[in-house]
């Protein structure tokens, strides 16, 4: 996978959670906590996935 889709999938994905993080917020200040929580979510998930791994 070359760089240009790579960077198209990481931008669907901060779409796509931007878009679940403000829809369940409940107030204003907790959408914004979700658009940057949707910024940070695949270091988490790669974090969670090398611990899961034992890595």
């Given at each position: 996978?070359?760089?240009c889709h790579s960077e198209a999938v990481y931008g669907l994905g901060l779409v796509?959670?931007?878009i679940y993080f403000i829809q369940h917020a409940t107030t204003f200040?907790?959408?914004i906590l979700g658009i940057?929580?949707?910024i940070v979510w695949p270091?988490?998930?790669v974090y969670?996935?090398?611990k899961f791994l034992g890595l």
């Open positions: 996978m070359n760089k796509g959670a931007a200040w907790i959408g940057l929580k949707a270091a988490v998930l969670e996935l090398l």
